[in-house]
C-alpha cells in the first residue's frame, strides 16, 4: 500500500514522541511491505517564531497531500502571552475546522500492570474500557463572537456557544455505530438543565437513537460524569459529548490509565483523513530528556492505520506490541515510581526500541 503522512513533531516533547512514533511506522512499513511517505512539516510555536504564524502555508499544503496528518503537542509558556489568533494552538483548530474533522475518538482502556500508577484503586479499574467521542468543531471553541471588547471603560470578554442540531446529529451516528461495535452502550453527557445547546443536544440525540434499536442510550450531566469516571469507570463503553465537555472529561480519564502518555486520539471527518495525536500536552519541563512517555503517539499511530488506512492487522501488531512491553515491566518514569510490576525504569528511546522490537518478532 502506498501511503503519505504529514509528520508535524511540535513543541516540548512533541518531537521526541513522534521520533519513536516514526520509528514504529518504519517497522511496520518494513514488515507488511508499504510504501510509506513521511512529509515533516513544521507547526505550532517552533512555526511561530520562525514565521510568524502557529500553521504556515507550507504546512497547510502538506497536509493537503498527505493521507494522514501525526501530529505531537503544540504550546507552551513561551507562546502564552500571544493574541489568540496568533497562539500555537490556534494551529490545531484551523487543521480540525479546515479539514472538517468533526470526530474526536479517545479510547480509555486500562492496562493491568499500569493499575497501580493511578491514584484510583485497582480493584474499580480492573476490567476498565470505553470510549470518548467528542464532537470536535462546534461549541465554545468555534462559535462567534468570540472576541475581548470594551465597554464603559471595562474589558468584557467573549465566548459563544453554538451548536446547529446536524452538527449534533452526525457525532450521535459515530457514538452508536462504534457502539454498535462495542457493548451497545451510548452515556450522552450534557448541562441540559443550565444550557439550550445541551437542550439541543439531548433532544437530537434522542431522535439519532430510535435508529438504533440495539442501542442503549443513557443521559448524564457533565459534572456527574466527571464524578462516575473516577468513581465508577465500569460503567461506560461509549461516551458522547460536545467539545469542551470532551476536552475535559477525556484528560480527566487520564488518572485511570495511570498517565496521560498513554492516552491516544483520532480527529475524524466524512473521508479517510484523519489527525492523530496524543492527548497530552509538551511538557516543556521534562523536554529533550529522554524521559517522557511516548505510548500515546505510538498507540495514536495504530488509530492511524485502522481509520485512514484500514490496515486492521497492522494497528492491532502495533497495539500488541505495547501491551507486551508493559507487561514486561518496561515502564517510563511517569508510570515506574510505585508500580509493583515495574521491573526496568526506560527512556522515550528505549521505549520506542522496544515496540519495535517485539514488533519485529523480538522478545
Not at 49 to 56: F, I, M
Not at 113 to 139: A, Q
Not at 196 to 215: A, G, I, P
Not at 353 to 362: A, Y
Request: with cysteine; net charge negative.
Amino acid at each position: 500500500m502506498k501511503i503519505k503522512i504529514a509528520i508535524l513533531p511540535g513543541d516540548g516533547i512533541g518531537p521526541e514522541v513522534v521520533k519513536q512514533a516514526i520509528k514504529v511506522i518504519k517497522t511496520i512499513e518494513k514488515k507488511y511491505g508499504h510504501n510509506i511517505e513521511l512529509l515533516e512539516g513544521i507547526v505550532g510555536g517552533e512555526a511561530i517564531d520562525k514565521y510568524g504564524e502557529p500553521l504556515p502555508d507550507e504546512t497547510w499544503k502538506l497536509c493537503e497531500e498527505s493521507d494522514a496528518i501525526l501530529l505531537g503537542a503544540v504550546g507552551g509558556p513561551k507562546w502564552d502571552n500571544l493574541p489568540g489568533e496568533k497562539r500555537p494552538e490556534k494551529a490545531l483548530l484551523k487543521l480540525r475546522g479546515g479539514f472538517n474533522l468533526f470526530a474526536n475518538i479517545r479510547p480509555i482502556k486500562v492496562f493491568e500492570k499500569l493499575s497501580f500508577s493511578s491514584t484510583i484503586k485497582p480493584e474499580v479499574l480492573k476490567g476498565v474500557d470505553f470510549v470518548i467521542v467528542r464532537e470536535l468543531t462546534g461549541g465554545l471553541y468555534f462559535g462567534k463572537p468570540k472576541e475581548i471588547r470594551v465597554e464603559n471603560g471595562e474589558e468584557i470578554a467573549i465566548d459563544t456557544m453554538t451548536y446547529k442540531a446536524s452538527e449534533i446529529r452526525r457525532i450521535a451516528h459515530v457514538a452508536f455505530k462504534m457502539a454498535q461495535k462495542r457493548n451497545k452502550k451510548v452515556t450522552s453527557v450534557d448541562k441540559a438543565n443550565i444550557l439550550e445547546c445541551s437542550r439541543l443536544w439531548r433532544k437530537v440525540v434522542d431522535e439519532v437513537s430510535k435508529e438504533y434499536k440495539d442501542v442503549n442510550l443513557e443521559h448524564m450531566y457533565v459534572d456527574n460524569c466527571a464524578m462516575q469516571i473516577v468513581r465508577n469507570p465500569k460503567q461506560f463503553d461509549v461516551i458522547l459529548t460536545e467539545n469542551t465537555f470532551g476536552d475535559i472529561l477525556s484528560d480527566e480519564a487520564a488518572v485511570i490509565t495511570g498517565s496521560i502518555g498513554m492516552l491516544p486520539s483520532a480527529s475524524l471527518g466524512e473521508g479517510t483523513k484523519g489527525l492523530y495525536e496524543p492527548i497530552h500536552g509538551t511538557a516543556p519541563d521534562i523536554a529533550g530528556k529522554n524521559i517522557a512517555n511516548p505510548l500515546a503517539t505510538i498507540l495514536s499511530v495504530a488509530m492511524m492505520f485502522r481509520y485512514s488506512f484500514d490496515l486492521e492487522k497492522e494497528a492491532k501488531d502495533i497495539e500488541n506490541a505495547v501491551d507486551k512491553v508493559i507487561d514486561m515491566g518496561y515502564f517510563t518514569q511517569d508510570l515506574f515510581t510505585g508500580n509493583p510490576y515495574a521491573k526496568q525504569l526506560v527512556g522515550t528511546e528505549e521505549m520506542g526500541d522496544l515496540v519495535c522490537k517485539v514488533i519485529e518478532g523480538g522478545a
